[in-house]
């Protein structure tokens, strides 16, 4: 049955970005669905411009609410949406006339998620269909959400309402959504992940993870850390040891390791414990070999080393 879906997009301060974002859902080859902007507190001109997008297209809602943050604005669209199935956009990006079809099409019988593909910072000809992926188990997502085999981002997603249920995201500025995908997928009995790539992710300057380091980033290793502490499995200890270093590699290219030296310590002890059951098991991916091995002469040379390298991949692309 063709039921409908729901498109939840926060949005904050998108005045530059939110047209080209409503206008890619405007054009979607599925016909059975709606769009709820959730308007947090948005001092500029963004809710005068989704009010004309509103009134044009009758499947376009917007709720308007207080600065609350982009957790808060997706959980009141979850609240106000009709649709059995919801997926989620963010106001920066855009997504390809068969980004609802395709994963409509994934979905099948017992299916409480899917799981598809983005590109970056790409805003045309990025769609490609392909039928390559895998149905997994509740249990294998989670594992391959840990392993970052599926993106931590409620982006190119589609899941169930009853597989959400009454989850909803925790009110962090950072890993939000992999708290809630985690969340999921432990109630979750199919989730299906396939290549195709339908949606562009268009990365924000000042977004936590491109910015300079603040000790908000610090939220991000608690809610990894949480869910180690309910997994307590390699997968999730390694989950940590590569969050940890993530910031740690924030904190040394914003060169502030000493105004922030507490949280330095902590996230170079956690790289430090952790190491060595990195090195000797079997599970553990290239990257964090790499990563554990060159700790061993300190975490400044080993993100001097990680980031040249990706320099280099970038430069030959």
């Given at each position: 049955?063709?039921?409908?879906?729901?498109?939840?997009?926060?949005?904050?301060?998108s005045?530059?970005?939110?047209?080209?974002?409503?206008?890619?859902?405007?054009?979607?080859?599925?016909?059975?669905?709606?769009?709820?902007?959730?308007?947090?507190?948005?001092?500029?001109?963004?809710?005068?411009?989704?009010?004309?997008?509103?009134?044009?297209?009758?499947?376009?809602?917007?709720?308007?609410?207080?600065?609350?943050?982009?957790?808060?604005?997706?959980?009141?669209?979850?609240?106000?949406?009709?649709?059995?199935y919801?997926?989620?956009?963010?106001?920066?990006?855009?997504?390809?006339?068969?980004?609802?079809?395709?994963?409509?099409?994934?979905?099948?019988?017992?299916?409480?998620?899917?799981?598809?593909?983005?590109?970056?910072?790409?805003?045309?000809?990025?769609?490609?269909?392909?039928?390559?992926?895998?149905?997994?188990?509740?249990?294998?997502?989670?594992?391959?959400?840990?392993?970052?085999?599926?993106?931590?981002?409620?982006?190119?997603?589609?899941?169930?309402?009853?597989?959400?249920?009454?989850?909803?995201?925790p009110?962090?500025?950072?890993?939000?959504?992999?708290?809630?995908?985690?969340?999921?997928?432990?109630?979750?009995?199919?989730?299906?992940?396939?290549?195709?790539?339908?949606?562009?992710?268009?990365?924000?300057?000042?977004?936590?993870?491109?910015?300079?380091?603040?000790?908000?980033?610090?939220?991000?290793?608690?809610?990894?850390?949480?869910?180690?502490?309910?997994?307590?499995?390699?997968?999730s200890?390694?989950?940590?040891?590569?969050?940890?270093?993530?910031?740690?590699?924030?904190?040394?290219?914003?060169?502030?390791?000493?105004?922030?030296?507490?949280?330095?310590?902590?996230?170079?002890?956690?790289?430090?414990?952790?190491?060595?059951?990195?090195?000797?098991?079997?599970?553990?991916?290239?990257?964090?070999?790499?990563?554990?091995a060159?700790?061993?002469?300190?975490p400044?040379?080993?993100?001097?080393?990680t980031?040249?390298?990706?320099?280099?991949r970038?430069?030959?692309k």
């Amino acid at each position: 049955m063709n039921k409908l879906i729901s498109v939840i997009i926060p949005v904050y301060n998108s005045e530059k970005t939110i047209g080209r974002c409503a206008d890619s859902l405007s054009f979607q080859s599925d016909e059975n669905f709606e769009v709820i902007f959730v308007n947090d507190g948005s001092p500029d001109k963004s809710g005068e411009i989704l009010e004309k997008y509103c009134a044009k297209d009758k499947r376009f809602k917007l709720i308007t609410t207080k600065n609350f943050g982009a957790a808060a604005a997706r959980n009141t669209g979850i609240e106000k949406s009709s649709g059995e199935y919801i997926c989620f956009v963010d106001s920066d990006d855009i997504v390809s006339p068969n980004y609802l079809s395709k994963m409509r099409e994934l979905l099948g019988d017992g299916v409480d998620a899917v799981c598809t593909k983005y590109a970056r910072n790409k805003e045309d000809n990025f769609e490609s269909i392909k039928e390559t992926g895998e149905t997994l188990s509740g249990k294998d997502a989670v594992d391959a959400l840990l392993s970052m085999k599926i993106d931590n981002g409620p982006v190119a997603k589609l899941f169930t309402r009853k597989a959400i249920g009454d989850v909803r995201m925790p009110d962090t500025p950072v890993a939000e959504d992999l708290y809630f995908n985690y969340e999921v997928f432990t109630k979750a009995k199919k989730v299906v992940t396939n290549d195709s790539i339908l949606y562009s992710y268009i990365e924000a300057k000042d977004s936590l993870s491109t910015k300079k380091f603040s000790a908000e980033r610090m939220k991000s290793l608690e809610i990894v850390q949480k869910i180690d502490e309910r997994e307590h499995s390699f997968l999730s200890m390694a989950r940590v040891f590569m969050e940890a270093y993530f910031i740690c590699e924030q904190i040394v290219t914003s060169k502030v390791t000493e105004e922030y030296s507490e949280e330095y310590k902590k996230v170079c002890s956690i790289l430090e414990k952790n190491r060595k059951e990195i090195l000797n098991n079997s599970s553990a991916t290239m990257r964090q070999r790499l990563i554990a091995a060159s700790l061993k002469f300190g975490p400044k040379f080993t993100v001097r080393m990680t980031t040249a390298k990706g320099a280099i991949r970038r430069k030959m692309k």
